[in-house]
């Protein structure tokens, strides 16, 4: 099975073929997936990445109010009728799992900080301070770079276990679009911008 990368452009345009990915059968629905994209350097003044930080490692429901903030991106992928009853439970499956395992694992991480804090409340702080100046440092020198190049930052996403029907049909409707159309020429300007052919 093969990989395939998809523009800003591309999803926000629906552009992609009517075959299912997983068996490149014709699709006739379409299963949303909402992607919410966490890469804005420079905003609320550099304490950004601190906050995103101390939302992932430490405080979970804290990220909530981050992703209400982020970037959002609906990806309607093309599936049969057959296999959108399988990515759902999967999507539900695997989304339970992971939030499971990265609470237990803040968990464990706030014990330890306290435990740290308690019995050495000096070291613990000029730490904590340390890694805070350190991300605001980096969050601001992302933005200066980003601001400098005037770069607009593009969304990639990338959409493994393709079958290859939906590959091909995908490079030739590109292939067909780039000749008077820039944005879809995005990329390296070769095959690579079409599939990664190395299972995901």
């Not at 994209?37 to 304490?47: E, I, M, N, Q, S």
């Not at 979970?60 to 209400?68: A, D, K, R």
Request: charged letters at 25%.
């Amino acid at each position: 099975m093969a990989r395939v990368i998809l523009s800003e452009y591309e999803v926000g345009r629906n552009l992609l073929p009517p075959l299912c990915i997983t068996c490149g059968q014709p699709a006739a629905v379409r299963f949303d997936r909402t992607v919410r994209v966490l890469d804005d350097p420079g905003r609320w003044g550099g304490l950004y990445l601190p906050v995103l930080f101390f939302s992932i490692y430490c405080l979970p429901p804290l990220m909530m109010v981050l992703m209400h903030r982020a970037r959002t991106f609906c990806v309607k992928i093309p599936v049969c009728p057959r296999h959108l009853h399988q990515f759902r439970c999967r999507e539900r499956i695997l989304l339970g799992i992971l939030i499971t395992l990265w609470v237990l694992v803040a968990l464990v991480i706030d014990a330890g900080l306290a435990a740290a804090l308690y019995r050495q409340p000096g070291w613990f702080c000029v730490l904590a301070a340390g890694i805070a100046l350190f991300l605001v440092a980096v969050d601001r020198v992302v933005a200066w770079r980003t601001r400098r190049r005037a770069k607009k930052r593009t969304f990639k996403f990338n959409l493994p276990f393709v079958h290859p029907a939906f590959v091909a049909a995908l490079a030739e409707d590109r292939a067909r679009d780039r000749v008077l159309n820039e944005d879809r020429r995005a990329g390296f300007g070769d095959i690579r911008d079409d599939f990664d052919d190395q299972a995901g």
